[in-house]
């Protein structure tokens, strides 16, 4: 089996412990889905394409800034925790950054 085999039947996760990002990635999604109830607002109110495609923007950048947050936090535990599944757990989290590219 080659190693990209060995990756794919063995499912790697990691579940950021860092309170402080945690807290800041949960007030940036908090947000973002603050903007997007406006979004539905401003849809049902009939407002004009610019203003609604700069909010939509708004809530596309808050959810990217979380999800790279979340990544680059998760990576620098994993590098520093030196577990035996930090390799295949950084292999994952680089696959999850080149999504969101």
Do not use: P, W, Y
């Not at 889905?33 to 495609?53: F, P, T, Y």
């Amino acid at each position: 089996m080659k190693e990209g085999e060995k990756m794919a039947a063995k499912k790697v996760a990691h579940v950021l412990a860092d309170q402080d990002q945690l807290e800041l990635i949960t007030k940036r999604v908090k947000r973002a889905n603050g903007q997007l109830a406006a979004v539905v607002r401003m849809l049902e109110e009939g407002r004009n394409c610019e203003e609604v495609v700069t909010q939509m923007s708004a809530v596309a950048k808050a959810v990217n800034t979380a999800a790279f947050t979340l990544i680059s936090a998760s990576l620098k535990e994993c590098l520093i925790e030196d577990k035996s599944n930090s390799e295949a757990v950084t292999a994952q989290l680089q696959k999850l950054f080149l999504s969101l590219a």
